[in-house]
């Protein structure tokens, strides 16, 4: 990265241009003059971290930049000139501007030897914009360009102060024209811009790693909004209405409430958007917590930090679970939540001065009243998240002390039963039999003796030991003939050589080679069915003991008796959180929930589906079409699954049972269908579906938008979704496209695959077809959290929120897509998705659009993705 | 006296390693095998090599403590099922409030 000359900024900002007598250097500073009176000039030094590619974002209207690589032996460093020249003049003309700016900035001094200059040259907007690098032999150093920076209001900045500066002067400009009046007399134009200018600049927390970026959109788009609405004075008819604009229309046509609520919702997608990640965040964090994959290192991490300390025996570690559980009970955070009952009081207070407000004032209140509302719903929901999050790590944490101390107090058990009963030493207990065998081989070692024949005739000492004492414990007296016994011990022995041996072959599950009484197959035919049964039963048993073994976590010998305790009680408990965890789940459908959650806000079922794939959830009528829900390492459910008996009848009393919970949520229900006016109140609606009854979807029909409670209460009579509009009665339907250019079906199959392995979430449908027409297909979907920004002629894709995986996306002149994610770290898994997506869009595009992406708005995100759902996505179903 | 040492050394291990077919043997009683299988098992024992023992010595020992601690995890399950209930009651009643807030605002549309 680039150095920075910060040290001489503030000084060498304040300097003049320097007189000039040379005819061209009496152009350059008749020039300069004009620059300084018509021009706003700053410079910037871009970040250590900030890439060029980042100049496109000040790229707007009216400016024009131009970025600078200074470069000697002792200095180098990046400048970006941003040049106001406003709309006066034409991209032509900004050319001109800059490059004679550029003359100026450029001392005719003789290069040193093996140094050099670049200039690059960027003005104009979109696919005008110009954009070349011109070497020149000419150094430009920082001195030099800082002396020339001439512009009365030239400033030397780093990109932050800089545009800290520009919210400043943004907000006081919005505040001379809207401070100085009552609220009453503003224009609804006027109070939503310092409104959506406050509510952006607050959202963006000092601890942003993307702050640099969220402060440029947000002057950029405040500006526009001045531009358009105030400063032009345009009048508002002729204005595209804002969203809150229309609330207040809405306000005003004396609508249902309910209605207006429903409109506002979907009027402004950024409400309901909200509304609608504040819930899903805390469930999403349940349901994801730490990841399935995440919780043996979870456990792993729990069990570095408590070893085997755990104290107090199995009965002790009971209690102590015991005592946790009413810890979790007594959660004052909980209490405090509860007792939380002011913001009721608040509103009421809120009520009366409204009424002292006025029509106008009426409007504004409304308006910040719903997106407090709004707000504070997220806000508890995120409490509510960390609360559950710190349950669960809670009673993650508890339960692996509890196994631990439990396995611990077992084994001490086993053992003292086993010293016990002879005069055995603890240590041959504690060690396994390779690691005994180990210390006699070292002391051979010593003595220079064969090893082979001593562990064949330590392996015969303990089978004869085994042979034994299991005599001892199993027969005792022997009631069965020896006979008998020989004959079922064989029959046995060629039951598990079968399997065993078929299981080493096949599986290599490396249990040895029993392939000389594998021969016996005859022997074991004759068994019969029982005999077969009980074969599969013995491999299956000796599969499910090879399970719970991770030879390779064991690691050093020296680690085995510990290893084994480790390795046995990870799985266990590694299981026991996979259940449980799946169970939350399950519990905590969050596609049921949103259901839910769609119907109270009056929203459709499709049109609950836009709201959730616009979250990156998959959408509700999957789960309303009884979809198998599948968690990893958990047992298979369906979403309707209803609880067994044994877990009804645990909690047969509880608050916390699935009925108790189920009435609650129809007593919601019903008050929301007493705030409702009569003409929304509807009858009720069909009888639930199980996951194998219900119908396929067609065209036509909707979804059942919820499975019924278990035990609904009478008074809770259901509240159907509004009629859908026509841009729900487009069928949901997934993209299908081609994607020609593998050169096999095997390699069309493994790009398939990549990409399913590489993303979740939303689903796409891809085909992809070989040269020789094979064919392979399946759904892909893009990662959750992938947002989509769109400019003029370009879009960046964010993934993760970490810009490590970014790239940009732009049109080309002769309109194909080109992906651009440049080079470092990590950024081929992403190139390697977009070049398959882009193939996609591409294909589409050629048979489906003739427009450009131009098309897109200026607004990113939602607005984009919104367009490709609605435009790209539901054109063609799926074949 | 090396001798002497030696045959000590080897006392020692033998000694070691009968405890471990104790071990194995009592594990092997206890567990839910069969019968017949426990039996099966005996047989091959001398046919298997020492890795193999010392293996299936220790998986018997993890499913022998698993089955006893099995009580933990029933409690560890009960506990994580009261966490997932409480939290769903921690989003109905978010959601109520979301409600009440609701109908409170509407009372500002009707001035």
Not at chain 2, 71 to 95: G, K, M, T
Request: glycine fraction near 8%; hydrophobic fraction near 35%; charge should be negative.
């Amino acid at each position: 990265m680039s150095k920075t000359p910060e040290g001489s900024a503030a000084a060498a900002a304040e300097a003049k241009v320097e007189t000039v007598q040379t005819p061209e250097d009496k152009e350059i500073a008749a020039y300069a003059k004009k620059f300084q009176e018509n021009f706003e000039l700053n410079l910037v030094i871009p970040a250590d971290d900030e890439e060029w590619s980042n100049t496109v974002d000040f790229r707007r209207e009216g400016y024009a930049t131009l970025d600078f690589l200074t470069s000697d032996a002792s200095n180098e460093a990046r400048f970006r000139a941003i040049v106001h020249c406003g709309k006066d003049y034409t991209p032509e003309e900004q050319a001109e501007i800059m490059q004679r700016f550029a003359k100026m900035v450029v001392l005719q001094e003789e290069p040193k030897p093996g140094t050099g200059a670049g200039l690059r040259l960027k003005y104009g907007e979109g696919k005008k914009a110009f954009n070349d690098w011109t070497d020149t032999e000419e150094v430009i150093t920082a001195e030099n360009v800082l002396a020339h920076s001439a512009s009365p209001r030239g400033r030397m900045r780093n990109t932050e102060d800089l545009l800290a500066l520009t919210v400043s002067q943004t907000r006081l400009e919005l505040e001379k024209i809207t401070t100085d009046k009552p609220v009453a007399e503003l224009t609804a134009t006027q109070l939503a811009a310092r409104e959506d200018f406050d509510y952006r600049v607050e959202r963006i927390t000092d601890d942003s790693p993307r702050r640099p970026e969220q402060l440029k959109r947000a002057v950029r788009d405040i500006e526009q909004r001045m531009q358009q609405t105030i400063i032009d004075n345009a009048p508002e008819s002729v204005l595209p209405m804002s969203a809150p604009e229309k609330i207040a229309k809405d306000l005003e046509k004396k609508q249902p409430f309910s209605e207006r609520m429903t409109k506002a919702f979907r009027d402004n997608p950024e409400l309901a958007k909200q509304a609608a990640l504040a819930t899903l965040n805390m469930i999403g964090s349940v349901t994801g917590l730490k990841g399935y994959i995440e919780v043996p290192r979870y456990l792993r991490q729990r069990f570095a930090v408590h070893g085997f300390l755990g104290m107090g025996g199995l009965k002790g570690a009971i209690e102590d679970a015991i005592a946790a559980k009413q810890n979790l009970d007594g959660d004052k955070s909980i209490k405090s939540l509860r007792r939380d009952l002011s913001a009721r009081n608040r509103l009421e207070d809120k009520l009366s001065m409204v009424r002292e407000a006025g029509p106008a004032g009426a409007k504004t209140a409304y308006r910040e009243e719903l997106q407090k509302i709004i707000d504070e719903f997220g806000v508890r929901g995120d409490h509510n998240k960390k609360v559950v999050e710190g349950r669960i790590k809670l009673l993650l944490d508890c339960n692996t002390t509890t196994k631990i101390t439990g396995i611990q107090a077992t084994k001490e058990a086993l053992n003292s039963f086993l010293v016990a009963s002879g005069a055995y030493g603890l240590r041959g207990i504690s060690m396994g039999a390779l690691d005994i065998v180990g210390r006699y081989r070292d002391l051979k070692q010593e003595r220079r003796n064969s090893l082979e024949k001593d562990v064949s005739l330590f392996r015969d000492v303990i089978a004869a030991s085994v042979v034994k004492n299991f005599r001892e414990l199993a027969l005792g007296g022997g009631q069965e003939s020896r006979a008998e016994r020989n004959l079922t011990r064989a029959q046995a022995a060629m039951r598990i050589a079968r399997w065993v041996g078929i299981a080493a072959t096949v599986e290599g599950v490396g249990f040895g080679d029993f392939k000389p009484l594998a021969g016996a197959d005859k022997i074991v035919e004759n068994i019969g069915r029982g005999g077969y049964n009980a074969g599969i039963g013995a491999y299956r048993l000796l599969e499910g003991f090879q399970g719970k073994m991770s030879w390779s976590e064991i690691g050093d010998r020296g680690l085995t008796t510990a290893g084994h305790m480790v390795t046995g009680l990870g799985e266990a408990a590694i299981h026991g959180a996979k259940e449980s965890l799946s169970r939350i789940a399950h519990n905590l459908t969050p596609r049921e929930h949103w259901e839910r959650m769609g119907q109270k806000l009056g929203f459709s079922p499709e049109q609950t589906d836009k709201l959730l794939h616009g979250a990156g959830v998959a959408p509700a009528t999957e789960v309303a079409h009884g979809n198998v829900v599948e968690h990893k390492g958990a047992a298979t459910t369906t979403a309707h699954e209803t609880p067994t008996k044994a877990a009804t009848e645990v909690h047969a009393k509880s608050t916390n049972h699935p009925d108790a919970i189920e009435a609650r949520r129809a007593a919601i229900q019903a008050r929301l269908h007493r705030a409702l006016p009569e003409t929304q109140k509807v009858s009720t609606p069909e009888a639930p579906h199980t996951a194998t009854e219900t119908p396929k979807p067609t065209k036509t029909e909707l979804p059942e938008a919820s499975a019924e409670p278990t035990a609904p209460a009478p008074e809770a009579p259901k509240i159907e979704t509004p009629a859908p509009s026509v841009a729900a009665e487009k069928p949901h339907t997934t993209i299908t496209a081609e994607y020609v250019g593998t050169r096999n079906h095997d390699r069309a199959s493994k790009l398939i695959e990549d990409i399913k392995a590489a993303v979740n979430g939303e689903k796409y449908h891809i085909g992809v077809t070989d040269v020789a027409g094979h064919r392979a297909e399946g759904d892909f979907a893009l990662p959750g959290r992938t947002s989509l920004e769109v400019g003029d002629g370009h879009a960046t894709f964010f993934v993760d929120t970490d810009r490590v995986f970014s790239g940009e996306m732009s049109v080309q002149d002769d309109g194909s897509i080109a992906i651009d994610v440049g080079d470092g770290r990590g950024k081929q898994k992403l190139a390697s998705f977009l070049e398959r997506f882009t193939a996609v869009i591409n294909k589409y595009r050629s048979q489906q659009l003739s427009d450009d992406f131009s098309i897109f708005s200026t607004e990113p995100r939602m607005q984009a993705i919104d367009f490709m759902r609605q435009n790209l996505l539901t054109k063609q179903e799926v074949k | 006296m090396t001798q002497t040492n030696n045959n000590q050394d080897f006392e020692d291990v033998k000694r070691d390693l009968q405890l471990q077919g104790r071990k194995i043997a009592l594990l092997l009683y206890e567990s839910p095998m069969p019968a017949e299988i426990k039996e099966a098992w005996i047989t091959l024992m001398p046919t298997m090599t020492l890795d193999q023992i010392d293996r299936f010595g220790t998986i018997l020992e993890n499913y022998f403590v698993m089955q006893q601690t099995a009580e933990i995890d029933a409690a560890y399950r009960a506990l994580a099922e009261e966490i997932a209930a409480a939290a769903q009651n921690l989003e109905l009643e978010n959601e109520e409030k979301l409600l009440e807030q609701i109908e409170i605002v509407k009372k500002l549309e009707s001035l």
